[in-house]
């Protein structure tokens, strides 16, 4: 059952307006374990290792709900997990040897668990699937193999139960017999205003960056061919897709990435602010002004904008230079809580309270609407 304000997508008219005036970001706490996902009736859910647990939101206190290396799937850590609008949830499993397995759980306490897809190729990042109000699923496969012969879109139907391939890539040492060739699915993401699932993909010009769409019915490819088209996420609105380039492009001999948006209805590709490298773009919805945040590499920084074209920096944390890149200083994943509270996972951060490395957890933060 839908929740009663259909809580993820938002019409227009539900849209905070926007305005001048700026904001700035508020640390909560850091937290040892993982944030995964919101239930739509608030709930969030986090993971160390096998365990997946709920939480409240201070990020303090954790109850266990399952765990998986206890219940036949040993050596397995919780990568991902998302919740579908009938309340089921999809996890994804991985033993980090290049095998990723689906699992399903529709009991709503998360205590029975199905296999519903051991085909997968390789893992995923957190922004790589992506669902529509009637629940079904695309998602992409993220491998970092250089022998990958072939990339896979996913799409499943039945409430998470049945999954099938839509497209298929050749992989970076693919043998040609399909028509693009990628190393990796970056991201999807659904656009509410259009019923459109997209998708950004990488790493190298001119083949491997590209943006495609998949309307239910045939995947397009839109653009490709530079780092302008390399995003890790998308932040929708009625007329454009914000990303942030997940690689810059030399610029009078600098390494310069950029923001950058689509026009949905034109496909033209614009150019917005020179900014740090930006690896998440999530757009906020909330009681203040709507807003932009992103994080960058490589100076641990976060940025706020009221437009997606002007942006603002609000904080910055030293890296931990004992943390080798990848995947040192970059925010994995915005999960965004209720009022305002987001929880960031994030590897290889100072604390600046305690000066004391905090890698695989999470920063607690809140947005505060200022006057300009």
């Not at 290396?69 to 994804?92: E, F, H, K, W």
């Not at 391939?165 to 509410?192: K, L, W």
């Not at 609000?314 to 209720?338: I, K, S």
């Amino acid at each position: 059952m839908l929740p009663s304000k259909a809580g993820w997508f938002m019409s227009e008219t539900a849209e905070r307006i926007q305005t001048a005036a700026r904001s700035k970001l508020n640390i909560i706490d850091y937290v040892p374990h993982i944030v995964l996902t919101r239930h739509w009736n608030g709930t969030l859910y986090c993971t160390k290792s096998g365990d997946l647990s709920t939480m409240n939101r201070d990020g303090l206190n954790k109850t266990q709900i399952y765990n998986f290396a206890q219940n036949g799937y040993s050596g397995y850590n919780i990568d991902r997990a998302i919740v579908l609008p009938s309340g089921t949830m999809l996890v994804a499993l991985t033993n980090y040897t290049h095998q990723m397995i689906i699992m399903r759980s529709s009991n709503l306490s998360y205590t029975v668990w199905e296999e519903v897809n051991n085909q997968w190729l390789g893992g995923m990042l957190y922004q790589s699937w992506a669902f529509s109000p009637d629940g079904t699923v695309v998602a992409g496969e993220y491998n970092t193999s250089g022998n990958t012969q072939e990339v896979r879109l996913w799409k499943a139907v039945n409430d998470g139960r049945d999954w099938s391939i839509i497209y298929t890539f050749d992989g970076r040492q693919g043998i040609g017999a399909h028509e693009h060739q990628i190393f990796h699915i970056h991201n999807v993401g659904y656009d509410p205003y259009t019923g459109i699932f997209w998708f950004g993909t990488g790493d190298l010009d001119p083949e491997e960056p590209l943006i495609g769409k998949y309307d239910g019915v045939n995947v397009t490819i839109v653009g490709k061919g530079t780092q302008h088209w390399r995003p890790v996420s998308f932040a929708f609105t009625e007329e454009y897709i914000y990303w942030g380039m997940d690689g810059g492009i030399w610029v009078d001999g600098g390494y310069q990435p950029y923001m950058v948006r689509l026009d949905k209805a034109t496909e033209e590709l614009e150019i917005l602010s020179p900014v740090n490298t930006i690896f998440v773009t999530h757009k906020i919805e909330g009681d203040f002004n709507a807003k932009f945040i992103s994080n960058g590499d490589p100076n641990s920084e976060v940025f706020l904008s009221n437009d997606g074209v002007e942006w603002y920096k609000v904080y910055e944390w030293e890296h931990d230079t004992n943390v080798p890149y990848p995947p040192w200083r970059v925010f994995f994943n915005f999960v965004d809580g209720q009022d305002g509270r987001f929880y960031a996972y994030f590897h290889g951060l100072i604390n600046p309270d305690t000066g004391l490395p905090i890698n695989h957890s999470t920063v607690v933060f809140e947005i505060e609407d200022e006057v300009v």
